[in-house]
Every structure is written in C-alpha cells, then in structure tokens.
C-alpha cells in the first residue's frame, strides 16, 4: 500500500510534464534538448539564490512571518527571473519558433523545479506506514507551479524576444510576470501571516495558475496579431 501511494503521488507530480510534452507540438519538433538545457539553468539559477539566502537572511527564531525576510526573498526571487532571461535569450536551441521555445523553457523549469523540491520528500514520506494528504496537495502543487512556469515563460519571450508588441501592453506584460515571480512569497504570507490550511493554499495555487495561464495567453495571442 505504501508503495502504491509513492507511485500515485510520483504520478501526479510529475506525470502532467509528460503528458504535456508528448500532448503538445513540442514531442514533434524534438525540444527535449531544449527543456533539458533549461532544467540545467534552473539548478545553476537555485544554486545562487541558495547563497543568497544564506548570506543575506538570518534564521528565524520560530515560524512567524517577518515581512522584512519576506521582502528579501522576493527579491532574490527575481534571480529566477534572470535565470528564464538567460534559457530563453543565450542558450542555443534547435530551429524552433518563438511559441514553442518557451514552452519547452518553461516545461524544463518546471520539472527540475518539481524533482529538485518534491522527489526527496514523496521518496521518504509517501512510502511511510500511514496515509497522509499531504504529497497529494503536493503532487496538485507542482501542477499549478507547471501552468505558472508556462505563463512566466510566455511573458518572458514577450519581454525580451517579441519587439513588435503594442505598447498598451507593455506594463501589463511586466506587472504579471512581476506577479508570476513573487508568487512563492504570496503563498509564504497566506501560509505563515494569514494561516491558511494546505487545502487553502493549493485551491489559492490552481485557481491564480489559471487566471495567470488565462492572462498571459490573451496576451501573447494579441502580440502576435499584426499591427494595424
């Protein structure tokens, strides 16, 4: 039974990249290079917030939400930002379009972020003696961290690959990847200042993945419309 519960939790978190790799166009244009190139930009990216971390915050004396800490981590968060800059803008891909490329960017992010943050704990958790809801809400996590990847992703390649964009949306496209890239600090305040339940929190998670999916999606559609 415990393995049973490993493999279903292993298959909610991470089989959604899979299914959206072989779903989408991406399977067909061979962008796993691509993908796995960015997993290997977000280890690089962690590396250097991870130093960040512990040079600039101290440790907290209890579990309490210190806004002042909280600020520092967004951003340091932004080095995330930095680090979709470099996958999507200096890394050699193959001869693919602009839509593509950033979902084989984002797709990449996302699973390293999901092995590098939830294979350890599903290993030693989930395979315990007794039933937990808790790699479930994680397994449902990485899902909604999958759809905000894409989404931070498509905004990326708006920013820094698309040149003909409307200038009307050019500081919506910034504000919702400014959105995008403090949402682990979002999540941290509903956690630790408002106390919300994990069930909460990952409701909060899937719903803001798909209004950000939503949003970003109109607008790449409308920069990729011709200018009258």
Known sequence: MTVFHFFNCAILTFGPHAVYYSATPLSEYDTIGTSVKAAVVYLGTTLVKLICL???LKVPENDSFDPYQELLKA????IDVAGLYFALTQLMHRNI??????QAVGLGW???????HRLAPLWVGARGLEFTWEYIFQGIEANANLVLNLSLAA???LMWLRKNKPRTLIPIIYACAG?????????????RALGWHPPKVV???????????????QLFSACQRPSM
């Open 97 to 102: 379009s602009q839509n593509h490329k950033f």
């Open 54 to 56: 512990a040079t600039f």
């Open 75 to 78: 951003l340091i968060g932004f």
């Open 110 to 116: 996302a699973f390293a972020d999901s092995v590098l």
């Open 155 to 157: 905004l990326g390649s």
């Open 179 to 191: 959105v995008l890239a403090t949402m682990p600090s979002i999540t941290s305040y509903l956690r």
């Open 203 to 217: 409701a909060f998670e899937l719903a803001s993945s798909l209004v950000m999916a939503f949003i970003s999606w």
